[in-house]
């Protein structure tokens, strides 16, 4: 399986990358553009844990929720709703 792991954010608020060590604390507080990033991130996101705790979903989409798990930032996808989806055509 392809896996893929968020290593540094850049949003342009910030103006620099935040590297991301998911066995140390960001206080995401004192970034706030990678805070809507990671929601942004989270709220757009199809992954989920199957019953046997195993992820389903594009690698990118499980790295993000996984970074956020890391962060311990909440996921906000059971409390929020989607209202569509519109596919990106790269043609």
Same mark, same amino acid.
């Given at each position: $399986?392809?896996?893929?792991?968020?290593?540094?954010?850049?949003?342009?608020?910030?103006?620099?990358?935040?590297?991301?060590?998911?066995?140390?604390?960001?206080?995401?507080?004192?970034?706030?553009?990678?805070?809507?990033?990671?929601?942004?991130?989270?709220?757009?996101?199809?992954?989920? $844990? =199957?019953?046997? #705790?195993?992820?389903?979903?594009?690698?990118? =989409?499980?790295?993000?929720?996984?970074?956020?798990?890391?962060?311990?930032? #909440? =996921?906000?996808?059971?409390? #929020?709703?989607?209202?569509?989806?519109?596919?990106?055509?790269?043609?």
């Amino acid at each position: $399986m392809n896996q893929m792991t968020v290593t540094k954010i850049f949003t342009l608020a910030e103006g620099f990358p935040v590297d991301v060590d998911q066995t140390k604390s960001i206080d995401v507080d004192l970034h706030p553009g990678m805070r809507r990033l990671l929601q942004v991130g989270n709220l757009c996101n199809n992954a989920f $844990m =199957d019953d046997h #705790s195993q992820w389903i979903g594009q690698p990118t =989409d499980i790295a993000l929720i996984e970074v956020l798990r890391g962060l311990s930032i #909440s =996921d906000e996808r059971p409390v #929020s709703r989607s209202y569509r989806q519109n596919p990106i055509d790269t043609c």
